[in-house]
């Protein structure tokens, strides 16, 4: 059973993609996230600045600022520094890996993808943003 004293993942989900978009928030809240979908970068930016998310994903190509536009913003923050954030895009693994990490990002995925790979890569982005991480979880 859920611990019920604990807060879920927020997570904001921009892609202007609406079958996409709907697709993640559908897997992530079955799986006990909290989400919160937008459509395109200045929307997302103005929500990741002023709510809390413990993670934000970026489809990189969006109408107004792109995804990488709205990470490196996000990355300028200092009190945004436990937020993670993931790039998702067609454009190309190699350019994707490339370039996400020069803007802040934690990891990227390519699309189409697999959502266990999305839930993994998830994992490891929200374990490294830890406020305890490295102390031993009882």
């Keep these: 059973m859920p611990n019920s004293n604990k807060k879920p993942v927020r997570v904001l989900v921009a892609d202007d993609d609406l079958e996409i978009g709907g697709m993640l928030r559908k897997g992530l809240e079955a799986r006990g996230f909290a989400v919160t979908l937008t459509t395109d970068g200045e929307e997302a930016l103005g929500k990741a600045l002023s709510e809390a998310f413990d993670l934000v994903i970026l489809d990189v190509m969006m109408p107004g600022l792109n995804g990488w536009e709205v990470c490196k913003s996000l990355r300028e923050r200092p009190e945004l520094e436990r937020t993670g954030i993931l ?16 803007f802040g990002a934690d990891d990227s995925l390519d699309k189409p993808f697999v959502f266990e790979d999305l839930e993994a890569k998830i994992a490891s982005i929200l374990e490294s943003r830890r406020p305890n991480k490295g102390s031993v979880a009882h």
Excluded: D, V
Excluded at 88 to 100: D, F, K, R, S, V
């Design 87 to 102: 790039m998702l895009t067609a454009i190309g693994p190699n350019l994707n890996e490339m370039t996400a990490p020069l």
